[in-house]
């Protein structure tokens, strides 16, 4: 595994104050939707933090977390979304399309779907190229309800192509259901394509980390895909419209402090992979409360600096509107 | 008559189809149906009334697709809802070489009575994949009825008539349309198709505008009634069938032509009237014809691109001094 356990939390706690910042510029700013990454940190860090460059990539809607846990820079993260000249994409994409190529970034679609598809075509690339780099489809559960999912997973399979399947699932039958399929396991669907599958802990880091990297090793060696489904903890606020402090503003303290935890976000507290993390590794006497704490500090900084980046980008020109359809001859 | 929003409108079009027609059902029924103005006791009601024929399927719009043409080709009257108009391209196939041909196909042995619903338009922060505004798409694939209602009693009546037509229909909603509110004739209303509506009288210049774009032609006439300009406006309401006539008695009363249109200029509704236009009513033409429609260029995430491409009543009153101007 490349990155130390303190990276890794390092870089949830980017994640997690990151999506916190967005909630603040979109109140502030009155943005509209925006699908947050919070509760998928621990999947998204320990995944992403992990590939190589020349790597593909292809995320979805909830493509924040991926852009962050992958390195891009937060301050050019948040002007996309305020749809300013200094964005990611010029402000074209906006919070749905964020797009960091030079991170292999390829694709982020906002139709469910899409990535999974997508993904293929860049495995196809990548072994006809013999570069030994994979593509990676992250995707909800809901992708499987497309037709797309299957037909994506049955060519990857046929053609042996060096695709990592990640499914990020966070549904929750009955309340907060974002797939409806006949079969109660998710893996079952790669599993019958002969994909090896592979089923884990999505707010445990370390669990995430050693998945991914098997996988990894598989679909590198030229065995073909590999599928892994990542059980996320369901953040409550996952499918709002107007984004509200759902389960307040994260304060890494709960992790050790009964009281803080106690409060009306008690549950939340418990399986938050935020604080779930930071126990573990206190307990471990990997770090201290006070690693923690300045981690925290630190992550709150580089996104209070992005927030400024952000607000003071300029919006791009309105003319700029009407080129960019095509690659200028 | 009551008073009602466009989005309840087309829910009461919905009750009263699935009241009458033990056929009906409703496929993505909670996007439809929930969170659309109704009363929480109304829509608790409705959900009540028919356990079994609202119902919300899997993210799968191409099955569903192939799941009501089915059905309704074995004998039901099914209505669709898509969700926002791109979804409805994981289906294009089901639409347009399923749905559209069923009924040329077979000799006029078969039918497929089904209604397409989608959300569609350029409507703030949508982006490239959640402002499409595909109408003319569906004009062009001959075989389906399109239908894009401008104000509540259409969306009402012109539903109505969709879920009792006996061919496939593309009905396309504004996103922006479904808070408007508007008198709608008490109880089991209907529209038929091929019937323009005449929005507003005027002399000088007609507009034809659809959907959305009906409202923002009406502000544009009020505007250029201050200047003196009386402005006909002229909503189709059905693309298929067309009503030319009406189009071209306007055209021949105002001798000048302004086309509003929300989808790219390339193809569009307005190039299509334009063209019957041209055909038919061409010796009535005091000035070269004018189109408004958003240019040919996948809509940007921020807020002045976008308002840069989106056709308004201001782009419209423009179109319409330069269309209206003495040669
Ligand atoms: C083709 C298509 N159909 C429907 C939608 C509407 N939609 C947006 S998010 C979403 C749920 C997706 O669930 P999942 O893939 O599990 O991602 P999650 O939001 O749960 O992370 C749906 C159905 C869409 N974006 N694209
Ligand atoms: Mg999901």
């Known amino acids: ?329 | 008559m009551p008073q009602k929003s466009f989005a309840v409108a087309m829910i009461d079009a919905l009750a009263h189809s699935l009241k009458t027609d033990p056929n009906v059902v409703v496929i993505g029924a909670h996007s439809f149906l929930s969170d659309r103005g109704l009363k929480p006791e109304d829509e608790r009601a409705l959900w009540d009334a028919f356990p079994d024929r609202l119902i919300d399927p899997p993210t799968s719009e191409g099955v569903c697709t192939s799941l009501v043409t089915g059905a309704a080709m074995a004998g039901m009257r099914p209505f669709l809802n898509y969700g926002t108009a791109t979804f409805a391209y994981e289906a294009f196939n089901q639409i347009m070489s399923e749905a559209a041909n069923v009924h040329s196909m077979s000799g006029g042995q078969l039918r497929a009575p089904l209604t397409l619903h989608m959300y569609a338009g350029i409507r703030g922060g949508g982006a490239g994949q959640h402002s499409s505004s595909p109408q003319a798409m569906y004009a062009n694939a001959a075989g389906l009825e399109l239908v894009l209602p401008a104000c509540p009693a259409d969306a009402q009546g012109l539903l109505r008539s969709a879920i009792k037509s006996d061919n496939p229909t593309v009905v396309i909603t504004h996103t922006r349309l479904l808070s408007m509110t508007g008198d709608v004739p008490d109880g089991d209303h209907t529209v038929p198709f091929g019937k323009a509506r005449i929005a507003r009288e005027g002399r000088d210049v007609t507009i034809v505008a659809t959907s959305l774009m009906v409202r923002e032609a009406e502000k544009a006439a009020e505007t250029l009634a201050k200047d003196g300009i009386e402005a006909e406006v002229v909503d189709p309401r059905t693309i298929v069938p067309l009503d030319v006539e009406t189009i071209c008695a306007s055209v021949r009363k105002t001798g000048r032509l302004v086309t509003v249109d929300e989808g790219n200029a390339l193809c569009s509704i307005g190039s299509e009237i334009s063209a019957q236009v041209a055909e038919h009513a061409f010796d009535a033409l005091k000035a070269p014809i004018v189109r408004v429609a958003r240019p040919p260029v996948p809509i940007a995430f921020s807020p002045p691109l976008e308002a840069h491409v989106t056709p308004n009543a201001d782009k419209i009153v423009a179109a319409a001094r330069k269309a209206a101007q003495p040669r």
């Open chain 1, 1 to 329: 595994m490349g990155q130390s356990p303190r990276d890794t939390l390092a870089r949830m706690l980017l994640m997690r104050r990151f999506e916190e910042m967005v909630i603040t510029l979109a109140r502030a700013h009155k943005l509209g939707r925006q699908h947050l990454a919070i509760g998928n940190e621990a999947t998204g860090a320990a995944a992403l933090m992990q590939l190589a460059p020349g790597d593909l990539i292809y995320t979805t809607h909830r493509n924040h977390g991926h852009m962050i846990a992958r390195g891009v820079d937060p301050g050019k993260a948040l002007a996309e979304i305020l749809g300013r000249a200094g964005g990611l994409c010029g402000g074209k994409g906006g919070t749905w399309h964020m797009t960091d190529p030079s991170l292999g970034f390829q694709s982020t679609s906002a139709m469910v779907g899409g990535s999974i598809g997508l993904s293929v075509g860049g495995g196809f690339a990548l072994k006809h190229k013999k570069t030994g780099n994979v593509a990676v489809a992250l995707f909800g559960d809901g992708a499987l309800d497309e037709g797309i999912a299957y037909e994506a997973l049955n060519i990857a399979s046929l053609y042996a192509l060096p695709v990592l399947f990640l499914c990020e699932n966070n549904s929750k039958e009955g309340e907060a259901q974002t797939s409806r399929l006949a079969t109660k396991e998710l893996v079952a669907v790669p599993k019958a394509l002969k994909i090896p599958c592979t089923r884990v802990d999505g707010g445990d880091p370390e669990a995430v980390a050693l998945a991914v990297e098997t996988a990894l090793a598989h679909v590198r060696l030229g065995a073909g895909p590999y599928f892994l489904e990542a059980q996320l903890v369901r953040w409550p606020g996952s499918h709002q419209i107007v984004h509200e402090f759902t389960t307040g503003v994260t304060d890494v303290a709960a992790a050790w402090d009964d009281a803080k935890a106690s409060n009306e976000h008690a549950a939340w507290h418990r399986t938050d992979p935020i604080l779930r993390t930071a126990r573990t590794l206190i307990a471990r006497g990997i770090l201290t409360r006070d690693d923690v704490t300045a981690l925290d500090n630190e992550a709150a900084v580089i996104i209070a600096k992005a927030r400024a980046f952000a607000e003071a980008s300029p919006y791009p020109k309105p003319e700029a509107a009407l080129t960019g359809a095509f690659v200028p001859a």
